[in-house]
């Protein structure tokens, strides 16, 4: 399992074609109180750069951009309930979707964990 990172705070983590998207701890500590996660349903096709998810904390609404295109497999259901997994648990259980990789290249460019922590002690 590799995980990258991107300008946008979406971390991703990927294994043989398909990958797992989520917000970082230091976007979900910006937003702070998580209220409400919008993700996109299984099946949909989206495109690196986009708009891919919704999250609304007290402090505003963001919307999450898809690191990679492709197509949806998951949307992650718990976050529908809990919210608040984006704040407790943002790398892992509160993940926002899986989807399967339409071009692994474009993995290309974004950063590993010691590039985005750099880039984050430079905000």
Request: no cysteine; aromatic share 8%; charged share 25%.
């Amino acid at each position: 399992m590799t995980l990258y990172f991107t300008r946008d705070h979406e971390w991703i983590s990927v294994e043989g074609d398909r990958a797992t998207v989520g917000i970082t701890d230091y976007a979900q500590a910006q937003l702070g109180d998580i209220v409400f996660v919008e993700v996109p349903p299984a099946g949909a096709t989206l495109d690196k750069g986009k708009e891919a998810a919704v999250v609304e904390s007290v402090k505003a609404a963001s919307d999450v951009y898809a690191p990679v295109s492709g197509e949806v497999i998951e949307g992650n259901g718990a976050l529908e309930s809990d919210p608040a997994l984006v704040n407790t648990s943002p790398e892992e259980e509160g993940w926002f979707f899986r989807l399967a990789l339409a071009d692994p290249s474009e993995l290309d460019g974004l950063m590993d964990a010691d590039a985005y922590k750099a880039f984050v002690a430079t905000l």
